[in-house]
């Protein structure tokens, strides 16, 4: 099994900063690809970057040049850094990792989600 902890959400005023990590661990042979999502009340959960295990990355046409993902292969953490939030922003932030078991197998698993809300 494996285990993704999220950390540092929060409540920040439009125009801030906040930095979300997501570390698994676990039986954890690789990561392939690592993702970040986001959920707002009432909406359909959106992804909101991706990066793959040789560091490419992809993000949602309403964050880029704002948000920037990154990874730690040592660590098995990956990072969100959000810059000038807007309160379109806010919603339940989860990550989403493929994670390789073993040379046969490799599942998704799913953090507890970190709450961000962009408000004055």
């Known amino acids: 099994q494996v285990q993704l902890v999220e950390s540092g959400g929060g409540l920040v005023q439009p125009g801030g900063s906040l930095r979300l990590s997501c570390a698994a661990s676990g039986r954890i042979f690789s990561i392939n690809d690592m993702v970040w999502y986001r959920q707002a009340p009432g909406k359909q959960r959106e992804l909101v970057a991706t990066i793959t295990n040789s560091g490419r990355t992809n993000y949602a046409d309403s964050v880029k040049g704002r948000f920037t993902i990154s990874r730690d292969n040592a660590k098995n953490t990956v990072y969100l850094q959000m810059n000038s939030l807007k309160p379109e922003d806010t919603a339940v932030y989860y990550c989403?990792?493929?994670?390789?078991?073993?040379?046969?197998?490799?599942?998704?698993?799913w953090g507890q989600g970190t709450q961000v809300t962009v408000s004055s």
């Open positions: 989403n990792c493929n994670v390789r078991e073993n040379l046969l197998i490799s599942r998704d698993y």
